[in-house]
T-cell receptor, first 113, second 114 residues
Framework: KAGVTQTPRYLIKTRGQQVTLSCSPISGHRSVSWYQQTPGQGLQFLFEYFSETQRNKGNFPGRFSGRQFSNSRSEMNVSTLELGDSALYLC????????????FGDGTRLSIL | GDSVTQMEGPVTLSEEAFLTINCTYTATGYPSLFWYVQYPGEGLQLLLKATKADDKGSNKGFEATYRKETTSFHLEKGSVQVSDSAVYFCALSDQNNAGNMLTFGGGTRLMVKP
């Protein structure tokens, strides 16, 4: 059974650009959550999607957005990139909303120049 | 709000030593508790979990007991191996949240020397 797949694995952007990251959950999983990992702030929750609807949102500015498609695949978008957005972005999936545990992908490493 | 506090690392041990990584939490509801492990260049892997007070989670020789009275979930292993070198994260999921949001501790890096 394939795990959570995140693409791309590495990304380099410059300030002011925008970026889209993709996450394919484990087959049959319908809930997808996103986390940002940085050395300074650690692991922080961004948002959660279930049945194509955002169910929960962390304390991030509106530049961070996401969506989920009918096949449960999810994308997150960051607009007007800032140096501080450099991080490892992790996606996690679970069967349903509110059901643990979550299974994590290997992440997308985003570097802002 | 919910929070998780872990002992700061790095923790450096010799192979076959006993490991304890402390974790305490603050939550308004009745959380489930987790330990995740992260190896270099990878995402998080669930190590073990406990969903209610006095539950003991165990996996691959690691154990942790959900202690409601001390709001703790300390990770232990009797004999560590070099392959256990990684970063360990304690996390909670608050049932009142009704979602899947995990609140993580800051992580503890474990280095095991041969």
């Amino acid at each position: 059974k394939a795990g959570v797949t995140q693409t791309p694995r590495y990304l380099i952007k410059t300030r002011g650009q925008q970026v889209t990251l993709s996450c394919s959950p484990i087959s049959g999983h319908r809930s997808v959550s996103w986390y940002q990992q940085t050395p300074g702030q650690g692991l922080q929750f961004l948002f959660e999607y279930f049945s194509e609807t955002q169910r929960n949102k962390g304390n991030f500015p509106g530049r961070f957005s996401g969506r989920q498609f009918s096949n449960s695949r999810s994308e997150m978008n960051v607009s007007t990139l800032e140096l501080g957005d450099s991080a490892l972005y992790l996606c996690a999936s679970s069967l349903y909303q509110g059901i643990q545990p979550q299974h994590f992908g290997d992440g997308t490493r985003l570097s802002i120049l | 709000g919910d929070s998780v506090t872990q002992m700061e690392g790095p923790v450096t041990l010799s192979e076959e030593a006993f490991l304890t990584i402390n974790c305490t939490y603050t939550a308004t509801g009745y959380p489930s508790l987790f330990w995740y492990v992260q190896y270099p260049g990878e995402g998080l892997q669930l190590l073990l979990k406990a969903t209610k007070a006095d539950d003991k989670g165990s996996n691959k020789g690691f154990e942790a007991t959900y202690r409601k009275e001390t709001t703790s979930f300390h990770l232990e292993k009797g004999s560590v191996q070099v392959s256990d070198s990684a970063v360990y994260f304690c996390a909670l999921s608050d049932q009142n949240n009704a979602g899947n949001m995990l609140t993580f501790g800051g992580g503890t890096r474990l280095m095991v020397k041969p």
